[in-house]
């Protein structure tokens, strides 16, 4: 079982950055593909990036390419996700966590069935 803690969320300017961590502990995950999905009000939670047990693939999803970056770090434990030139529609929940199973590719991480269970997320708002 793992265990997933999301932080710095917060409010900021359109254009402005932030950067979002994921702690995690409980299993090792330095063979896990590890992911972000964010989640706004009255929608689907949806994928936004996902980064391999090796950190050398990523994928992100079209409203973020060139914006977002996804990185790890296996010996702290933690998967970060760099915002840059945010924009209101990027406001949401954003929540990160593991694939069930190890290794594997980032192909498929949009799939929410194959990740396990969720944290608290953290929260990002943009005013327009």
């Known amino acids: 079982q793992v265990q997933l803690v999301e932080s710095g969320g917060g409010l900021v300017q359109a254009g402005g950055s932030l950067r979002l961590s994921c702690v995690t502990s409980g299993r090792a995950l330095n063979t896990y593909t590890m992911a972000w999905f964010r989640q706004a009000p009255g929608k689907e939670r949806e994928f936004v990036s996902a980064i391999d047990w090796s950190g050398v693939g990523t994928l992100y999803s079209d409203s973020v390419k060139g914006r977002f970056t996804i990185s790890r770090d296996n010996a702290k434990k933690t998967v970060y996700l760099q915002m840059n030139s945010l924009k209101p529609e990027d406001t949401a929940v954003y929540y990160c966590?593991?694939?069930?199973?190890?290794?594997?590719?980032?192909?498929?991480?949009?799939?929410?069935?194959?990740?396990?269970?969720w944290g608290q997320g953290t929260q990002v708002t943009v005013p327009s």
């Open positions: 966590n593991a694939k069930v199973n190890p290794y594997g590719s980032v192909a498929d991480s949009q799939l929410k069935a194959i990740f396990g269970s």
